[in-house]
């Protein structure tokens, strides 16, 4: 309770824009999210369950983190649709940041900075268009099967510090891919975090390993570790003929940081 007290102010939920009309309202938004993220804290994995920590938490302990008693899940989730993801994103950068300027975030596990970048998804029955991409799955061909809608994102780790912070979780169009969304993806994060050399290598799996992709990162003056499997098979036979028969000891180049 005491570090959720200390952290989740940081975050300045009350600067997150309101979409609710403001006759009616019962529960700030600002206790509403922060309910969500103690939630998420303590292991919850439904609004259900974020509903029932209400009920069990203690009085003080409601009090130490600015909450109220019974926050319907329903009213949780009618807010949760109607907030805009950059409103969120905007809290997640300044939180990284007030961490750095009390240096809690250093690179300590590796020799410099890493950005380990990776799509991650969702599937939901909803149906409405914006960030969600729509899937058919299963029947014969004829428009005959199931769907369902995909809410993706490319999700940013600094995985070179010890905690692992997630700088961000960029959305993911609904036109586009992972591949094609990459470059939005790393130039908000150097947007967000750019004069805090928090990274200079950036890390991807096949889902981004393209030209293109590579040749962004080196003109933003960075360097790049990307996967290369079956799921690009011209570009992996011609690395196998290329790479596949020389030893270690005959590396192009090698560096090693003290």
């Not at 009390?102 to 890493?114: M, Q, S």
């Not at 692992?164 to 993806?185: H, M, R, S, W, Y």
Request: net charge positive.
């Amino acid at each position: 309770v005491g570090l959720m007290a200390a952290r989740v102010p940081e975050l300045q939920l009350g600067r997150v824009p309101d979409p609710r009309r403001k006759h009616g309202r019962r529960w700030t938004l600002r206790s509403l999210l922060s309910l969500i993220i103690v939630g998420l804290a303590t292991g919850r994995r439904s609004l259900r369950e974020v509903e029932q920590l209400t009920d069990e938490m203690s009085p003080s302990a409601l009090q130490a983190l600015n909450l109220q008693r019974h926050m319907p899940d329903t009213t949780i989730r009618d807010v949760l649709v109607q907030v805009a993801p950059d409103g969120l994103r905007s809290r997640i950068y300044g939180q990284i940041r007030a961490a750095c300027r009390r240096k809690a975030i250093t690179a300590d596990e590796l020799p410099f900075g890493v950005l380990s970048m990776d799509g991650k998804v969702t599937a939901i029955k909803a149906w409405g268009d914006g960030l969600a991409q729509r899937q058919r799955y299963g029947g014969n061909g004829d428009g005959d099967g199931g769907a369902r809608r995909l809410v993706r994102t490319v999700t940013s780790v600094l995985i070179s510090s010890r905690g692992k912070p997630v700088l961000d979780a960029c959305p993911i169009a609904p036109e586009t891919n992972e591949d094609g969304q990459f470059v939005q993806a790393l130039d908000d994060v150097l947007k967000a975090y750019g004069r805090l050399d928090l990274f200079r290598m950036v890390m991807y799996d096949s889902g981004a390993c393209s030209l293109a992709n590579a040749d962004a990162v080196r003109d933003r003056r960075l360097h790049y570790t990307y996967r290369l499997d079956s799921k690009q098979p011209t570009l992996l036979a011609e690395a196998k003929r290329l790479l596949g028969a020389r030893p270690n000891d005959e590396a192009n180049a090698v560096s090693e940081d003290p």
